[in-house]
């Protein structure tokens, strides 16, 4: 006799089979909810209050609009559910917004804003950054209500309208909906697998934080068969100066902007994960980075530091010039054991150090310039999350410690003291940020599934142990 779990899971699959989810997804992506630049607000707002809020309503939600203090951008969709003030309370996390369509630069026959399904791809921008995801989230709940009348925990559905273009407004707008927005875990459907074969559970992300290096000797160029030689050269200062901060051979040379220890936790979950390598993407260069870290150790217990751009003279059209100035941006991506209010501070006594002390260092305000975060493994909510995604694939998750990239969950750890995971459920070729964006409709299937499991699990949990103290 098949159990009621099993009977949500396949609830969950029978839903995709009829078309009921790609039906769904098809309304999702018909709007245009471009957040950077912000030129598509009443779009973001009705996607929240005419397209995705009568969706969640269907589950017994009841639907408010969280404002954004910072008026030019989009507003949160808050859904919430409350079944018994005694019980759990999860808040499921999404985003409504996208990056630019970019439609010139898709294939022909596609169209970004119509769902397309060509084989087992689904495109559409959206599709899996993130609507298919949040959407996954939601109809996997929709399984569960359907076999047993009530989920078993408290679910309040958090979708913001602006994570592409940096989640502008996202702390002022729950440190003023603290309590409505009050949960005991966050569990955010976003990103991408390491492995298409293997579920994931991730614990957090990186941190992302940017500075401009600029050497400003003079206004101005000078000719430089006159100057040559007798002028310093900003470009050749600066080449200089960020070979002194990244090797040749790719290694962080600033003291303070590694890892001085590695918990044996996070050394371990690294040295589990299953990545795949992707057909037509790029192999990791063996000789690059830091000397005997693996490439999973690389990406998630280590800082990155890349030259994002730079720039001296006029390099569209030079001239005969040695210019006056240079400018680099770098970029740096750290987990919590490297303190981000440090970074520019270890940099200036860096370069003071090694003799640039004519390069200045200036700070820079990134879209995407989130704090870093980490859920610990041993986490209750991990646990659980962990042997239900076990229970349903038969397998043990790749458990990733925080994501190579960036994102706001620890803004919500912050202001509402919740552990985090994020579960992705799209894949490394999806072109999340590029044209011809799509899906795996073999993912959104089987994550109905796996969701469904962890849903029903955390509906028979013991709340004594998920309630936050």
Same mark, same amino acid.
């Given at each position: 006799?098949?159990?009621?779990?099993?009977?949500?899971?396949?609830?969950?699959?029978?839903?995709?089979?009829?078309?009921?989810?790609?039906?769904?997804?098809?309304?999702?992506?018909?709007?245009?909810?471009?957040?950077?630049?912000?030129?598509?607000?009443?779009?973001?707002?009705?996607?929240?209050?005419?397209?995705?809020?009568?969706?969640?309503?269907?589950?017994?939600?009841?639907?408010?609009?969280?404002?954004?203090?910072?008026?030019?951008?989009?507003?949160?969709?808050?859904?919430?559910?409350?079944?018994?003030?005694?019980?759990p309370t999860i808040l499921i996390y999404g985003h409504g917004d996208v990056v630019r369509a970019m439609p010139e630069?898709?294939?022909?026959?596609?169209?970004?804003?119509?769902?397309?399904?060509?084989?087992?791809?689904?495109?559409?921008?959206?599709?899996?950054?993130?609507?298919?995801?949040?959407?996954?989230?939601?109809?996997?709940?929709?399984?569960?209500?359907?076999?047993?009348?009530?989920?078993?925990?408290? %679910?309040?559905?958090?979708?913001?309208?602006?994570?592409?273009?940096?989640?502008?407004?996202?702390?002022?707008?729950?440190?003023?909906?603290?309590?409505?927005?009050?949960?005991?875990?966050?569990?955010?459907?976003?990103?991408?697998?390491?492995?298409?074969?293997?579920?994931?559970?991730?614990?957090?992300?990186?941190?992302?934080?940017?500075?401009?290096?600029?050497?400003?000797?003079?206004?101005?160029?000078?000719?430089?068969?006159?100057?040559?030689?007798?002028?310093?050269?900003?470009?050749?200062?600066?080449?200089?100066?960020?070979?002194?901060?990244?090797?040749?051979?790719?290694?962080?040379?600033?003291?303070?902007?590694?890892?001085?220890?590695?918990?044996?936790?996070?050394?371990?979950?690294?040295?589990?994960?299953?990545?795949?390598?992707?057909?037509?993407?790029?192999?990791?260069?063996?000789?690059?980075?830091?000397?005997?870290?693996?490439?999973?150790?690389?990406?998630?217990?280590?800082?990155? %530091?890349?030259?994002?751009?730079?720039?001296?003279?006029?390099?569209?059209?030079?001239?005969?010039?040695?210019?006056?100035?240079?400018?680099?941006?770098?970029?740096?991506?750290?987990?919590?054991?490297?303190?981000?209010?440090?970074?520019?501070?270890?940099?200036?006594?860096?370069?003071?150090?090694?003799?640039?002390?004519?390069?200045?260092?200036?700070?820079?305000?990134?879209?995407?310039?989130?704090?870093?975060?980490?859920?610990?493994?041993?986490?209750?909510?991990?646990?659980?999350?962990?042997?239900?995604?076990?229970?349903?694939?038969?397998?043990?998750?790749?458990?990733?410690?925080?994501?190579?990239?960036?994102?706001?969950?620890?803004?919500?750890?912050?202001?509402?003291?919740?552990?985090?995971?994020?579960?992705?459920?799209?894949?490394?070729?999806?072109?999340?940020?590029?044209?011809?964006?799509?899906?795996?409709?073999?993912?959104?299937?089987?994550?109905?599934?796996?969701?469904?499991?962890?849903?029903?699990?955390?509906?028979?949990?013991?709340?004594?142990?998920?309630?936050?103290?």
């Amino acid at each position: 006799m098949i159990s009621s779990r099993e009977a949500a899971i396949t609830e969950a699959k029978a839903s995709y089979d009829a078309g009921h989810f790609l039906r769904r997804l098809e309304r999702l992506v018909a709007v245009p909810t471009e957040s950077h630049p912000p030129e598509h607000r009443e779009d973001l707002v009705r996607y929240c209050n005419e397209v995705l809020g009568p969706l969640v309503k269907e589950l017994g939600f009841s639907v408010s609009t969280l404002e954004n203090p910072e008026w030019q951008h989009g507003p949160v969709m808050l859904a919430t559910r409350l079944e018994d003030a005694s019980l759990p309370t999860i808040l499921i996390y999404g985003h409504g917004d996208v990056v630019r369509a970019m439609p010139e630069k898709w294939r022909a026959d596609l169209d970004p804003w119509t769902v397309k399904v060509e084989g087992d791809k689904i495109y559409g921008r959206g599709v899996v950054d993130n609507k298919g995801q949040h959407l996954l989230a939601i109809e996997a709940l929709r399984a569960v209500l359907s076999v047993r009348g009530r989920l078993g925990f408290n %679910a309040k559905i958090f979708v913001e309208t602006g994570e592409e273009a940096g989640s502008p407004g996202l702390r002022a707008i729950l440190q003023k909906n603290r309590h409505a927005c009050a949960a005991d875990v966050f569990i955010a459907l976003d990103g991408l697998r390491q492995s298409i074969s293997i579920p994931e559970v991730t614990l957090g992300t990186r941190g992302g934080v940017a500075m401009d290096l600029v050497v400003n000797l003079r206004k101005g160029g000078f000719h430089s068969g006159h100057w040559g030689g007798l002028l310093t050269d900003p470009a050749v200062v600066l080449s200089h100066a960020i070979a002194s901060i990244i090797s040749r051979d790719g290694r962080i040379l600033v003291d303070g902007w590694t890892p001085a220890a590695i918990p044996e936790d996070v050394r371990g979950a690294c040295a589990r994960i299953v990545v795949d390598e992707l057909p037509n993407g790029p192999s990791p260069d063996p000789e690059w980075g830091e000397p005997g870290l693996t490439r999973a150790e690389r990406i998630f217990m280590w800082t990155s %530091a890349v030259v994002l751009a730079s720039v001296s003279g006029q390099p569209d059209a030079p001239v005969n010039a040695v210019s006056g100035s240079a400018r680099a941006r770098i970029q740096v991506r750290h987990t919590v054991d490297v303190p981000s209010d440090g970074l520019l501070s270890s940099l200036r006594k860096h370069l003071d150090k090694e003799g640039f002390t004519n390069v200045q260092v200036l700070p820079v305000q990134e879209r995407d310039a989130f704090p870093a975060s980490r859920t610990p493994s041993d986490d209750p909510w991990v646990r659980l999350v962990v042997k239900s995604i076990s229970d349903t694939s038969g397998c043990p998750p790749n458990v990733v410690p925080n994501i190579g990239a960036s994102g706001p969950s620890e803004l919500f750890r912050q202001e509402l003291g919740t552990p985090v995971l994020w579960l992705p459920f799209s894949y490394g070729g999806c072109n999340q940020h590029g044209p011809d964006e799509h899906g795996l409709a073999s993912l959104f299937r089987d994550g109905l599934g796996l969701m469904a499991g962890v849903w029903w699990d955390i509906g028979e949990a013991d709340r004594a142990t998920l309630r936050r103290k």
